[in-house]
């Protein structure tokens, strides 16, 4: 019994990647657009896996204790939704007359946008679950994004940048599943908190995700035209939400300080604005569009975490580790209403040739072609489905964590902590803190000798 104890994590994921492997044999074939997907595709495809490695990672380190498993799970969790996202939408997509999952680079692009959504859920229930309870929330949560998504491609939704079915589905999945799992113990631990030197990492993870956005919310774009745009409003929409972002956060501080240990000023709030535009980033929202939206998310997400996120944790017990609502669930719900507002306008004498590619059932001729309102309510419609779907996906998850026997739920006393999981040296704090303190006394006592 010590035995299983010791290796269920081990086993589990030997299982899993076995599983894999004989899966990928029987059914994963190459395809074959190289010189396509090759000039198109592979330069976004690398922008979005860095962000997915260093940017989510880094961003992840903020708290001071955690900073091993911050990175090193983000690392494992990525790793294991990029192999388990192909094999899946694959297998929706099989049929008896094609035998195989074709693999391309394309599939490589939409694999890190559902590592994206598993690991904002990941977000909102940092430090408070173990390993192996977030092997299996990701292995639950993919096939429910895959859902999700396939309902979004079915209703003709246009979502560029996945602002909501990747930020709104993985910020609210997440939060379904913090929600469930919640104990009072989570709330205000000794552990739950930065350092000058975490709050660093954290930023370096942010300023990743600002330096790439505009190539994840271009990444998939169908014609230079809207790549172009994509890229264009999603930079001008991250530039004035760091300036908003800033200001803002010297108003919530009675002294105007930038202060890094406030949620307030959590660095990611300064990417904001690449959620925000995501829907509508290849839409043409002109560039002034692009900085009013930006500017709009940083006021959004920065009282976010000034004011929604402690009422929401005193009043409905939702503790959200990393703040996910305010950085990605209501700056996606905000691209989403921005987005319906921006296809109510859209027409011919707008787009010109490029309606039909922006919206393609606005041109399908085929079926009747819809209008800017039947669009615009189809929008409003993937919305709705996508929080209900992550909802409901998240407390079905939340419940097999919290119920099923063996998941290795962390004591108390580990929560935000390395120390359960990973081999740390013990004294290394208490050595550091010994080492500043000598350094303060002998500065003392060579300023005293001056003297």
Request: charged share 15%; hydrophobic share 50%.
């Amino acid at each position: 019994m010590a035995c299983w104890k010791r290796g269920r994590f081990a086993v589990t994921v030997f299982a899993v990647e076995l599983v894999f492997l004989i899966l990928f044999g029987i059914f994963a074939e190459y395809r074959y657009d190289v010189e396509v997907e090759t000039r198109w595709f592979y330069p976004m495809f690398q922008n979005v896996h860095v962000m997915m490695f260093i940017g989510f990672g880094f961003l992840m380190t903020f708290l001071k204790k955690y900073g091993y498993s911050a990175l090193s799970i983000n690392f494992l969790i990525a790793a294991l939704v990029l192999q388990w996202h192909i094999l899946f939408k694959g297998l929706m997509h099989f049929s008896p007359g094609h035998y195989g999952i074709s693999v391309g680079l394309t599939d490589l692009i939409t694999a890190d946008f559902t590592a994206a959504a598993v690991l904002i859920s990941f977000g909102a229930v940092i430090g408070k679950t173990s390993p192996l309870q977030l092997v299996v929330m990701a292995l639950l949560e993919v096939p429910i994004f895959a859902a999700n998504e396939y309902i979004a491609v079915k209703f003709q939704a246009s979502d560029i940048g996945g602002s909501m079915v990747v930020h709104v589905f993985g910020a609210y999945y997440g939060l379904a599943v913090a929600k469930t799992i919640y104990k009072v113990s989570q709330s205000h631990h000794e552990n739950e908190s930065s350092s000058y030197q975490s709050d660093i990492f954290s930023m370096i993870g942010a300023i990743f995700l600002w330096l790439y956005w505009p190539s994840f919310n271009s990444a998939i774009a169908t014609s230079e035209e809207q790549q172009v745009r994509a890229i264009i409003n999603t930079y001008l929409a991250l530039a004035s939400c760091v300036l908003v972002t800033f200001a803002m956060s010297s108003i919530f501080d009675r002294h105007a300080r930038f202060n890094m240990l406030k949620m307030s000023a959590h660095p990611e709030c300064n990417t904001r604005g690449g959620v925000a535009v995501g829907t509508s980033a290849n839409f043409m929202i002109q560039p002034w569009g692009a900085i009013l939206i930006g500017c709009l998310a940083a006021v959004l997400s920065t009282t976010g975490f000034e004011y929604l996120q402690p009422m929401l944790e005193k009043k409905l017990r939702l503790h959200d580790s990393c703040g996910v609502h305010n950085l990605h669930g209501m700056p996606g719900v905000l691209a989403a209403v921005i987005a319906i507002i921006a296809v109510s306008f859209a027409n011919v004498e707008r787009y010109g040739h490029e309606l039909g590619e922006t919206f393609p059932a606005m041109a399908n001729t085929t079926d009747g072609a819809r209008t800017s309102a039947q669009q615009a309510g189809y929008q409003a419609a993937t919305l709705g489905v996508t929080i209900a779907m992550s909802l409901v996906g998240g407390l079905i998850t939340g419940l097999v964590l919290r119920l099923v026997p063996g998941l290795d739920q962390p004591d108390e006393h580990y929560y935000y902590s390395d120390a359960k999981h990973f081999l740390v040296e013990e004294g290394m704090e208490s050595l550091s803190s010994k080492a500043s303190s000598d350094a303060d006394a002998q500065e003392v006592k060579e300023t005293e000798e001056k003297i």
